[in-house]
């Protein structure tokens, strides 16, 4: 399929804009929000409950956004929510389709605004790479996202809803006829590791993946969700309790001087901190481990004293360690490291009792590689010298 052919649609997937001022989107209203909104619109109390469940499975489970098509609802009941409530999810602006068959969406949302979803396939997994906000506030120097400043937080249909337009592109809802679970899952991992801090946007993200993990709709278990962090000390217990799913923290450095120039928030919360609030995350959560995610930079950070320093560090977490060779930007003030080096770095974690995958890069030919997103609308890039002028790097 060509990188930019148009994505086929039925009536279950042909998305609407999102209302600005109009009716509003029952896509991202929780459970209790959306009995809520039945409640105010003239739904009897009693008869909330059932409405909720029957409207959830059409929307989540069936991707349905018609209400015509909810054919077990009363016809009136059908026009009354019509006329009061909209099922929308973010338009669809772009699509590209790497060589490895990795896909890039851009996406559009209300206000013109614009974010990045992109979908990995695997072997054994297909794997959903999501945005919580536009832009970013963490300024992490060698990621092309931290370059463009925070436009503004996504809502939870914002999130959700680029789960949705996945598998609308994907065909993934279940056909007429089709039981839960009958057909395969081409989602069946989702990562929180697009545009964005989602500890920065914690409600939003928490009721979005509520939304995902319910069993009568998307379903999918909290052990297929990570969420990566670059490390906001206060949310991570809060995280554990709320939310539940695996946890990655973006670490990249072993020590303080050079984690504030590559992770600035490492300034305010810095590695003592955050080890001290991840130790008690796989116990809150119930979860087997943390990853931690460490991207190779050539002579910064990929010595083998910090490989020996990092084990020394989590020592007593239990943990993987993600090496990720960078992916270059335009305008990047960093190397990937060479590959016998990031080898070497891998071969001392893992002789010291810890995972070390080295992920292979996907998508780099659309710039849809680990930090390489950025939209389309907010491009004003920061050139090489000014990166490094604010990180103290040269």
Not at 184 to 200: A, D
Request: with cysteine; hydrophobic share 40%; net charge neutral.
């Amino acid at each position: 399929m060509a990188a930019n052919a148009p994505i086929t649609q039925d009536v279950r997937t042909i998305p609407r804009k999102l209302p600005e001022g109009g009716r509003p989107n029952l896509v991202g209203l929780t459970r209790a929000q959306l009995g809520t909104a039945l409640i105010d619109a003239g739904t009897p109390e009693k008869q909330a409950r059932m409405r909720v469940g029957q409207i959830w499975q059409w929307i989540y489970h069936k991707g349905v956004r018609d209400f015509a098509a909810m054919t077990n609802l009363a016809k009136d009941y059908r026009a009354m929510l019509d006329s009061r409530f909209e099922i929308a999810v973010p338009e669809v602006v772009d699509r590209q389709i790497s060589a490895d068959g990795t896909r890039k969406y851009l996406v559009r949302i209300a206000g013109g605004h614009e974010v990045e979803t992109v979908y990995i396939p695997e072997t054994d997994r297909g794997t959903l790479c999501i945005s919580s906000q536009v832009g970013c506030t963490l300024t992490c120097s060698f990621c092309h996202t931290g370059t463009q400043k925070l436009v503004r937080n996504l809502t939870a249909g914002e999130i959700v809803g680029q789960i949705m337009l996945a598998r609308d592109d994907l065909g993934e809802w279940p056909q007429p006829g089709e039981g839960m679970g009958e057909r395969p899952r081409l989602i069946s991992n989702i990562v929180l590791m697009g545009m964005g801090e989602p500890l920065y946007n914690f409600e939003a993200v928490r009721d979005a993946m509520q939304i995902a993990m319910d069993g009568e709709g998307i379903s999918l278990s909290r052990r297929r969700i990570t969420l990566s962090t670059s490390g906001v000390v206060p949310e991570i217990a809060r995280t554990a309790q709320e939310i539940g799913c695996m946890l990655a923290v973006s670490f990249h450095a072993t020590t303080d001087e050079i984690r504030d120039r590559l992770v600035p928030i490492n300034k305010r919360w810095n590695i003592a901190t955050l080890l001290d609030a991840l130790r008690d995350y796989p116990r809150l959560s119930n979860s087997e481990r943390i990853t931690f995610e460490y991207v190779m930079l050539k002579g910064v950070n990929d010595s083998d004293a910090d490989a020996r320093r990092l084990v020394r560090l989590i020592q007593g977490i239990p943990a993987k360690i993600n090496l990720i060779p960078f992916n270059e930007w335009p305008g990047a003030p960093y190397e990937r490291s060479d590959w016998d080096r990031i080898e070497a770095f891998a071969d001392i974690v893992y002789k010291a009792g810890y995972a070390s995958p080295v992920r292979t890069p996907r998508g780099e030919d659309i710039m849809a590689a680990c930090g390489q997103l950025k939209s389309a609308t907010e491009r004003g890039r920061l050139s090489r010298a000014e990166i490094a002028a604010h990180t103290g790097l040269t």
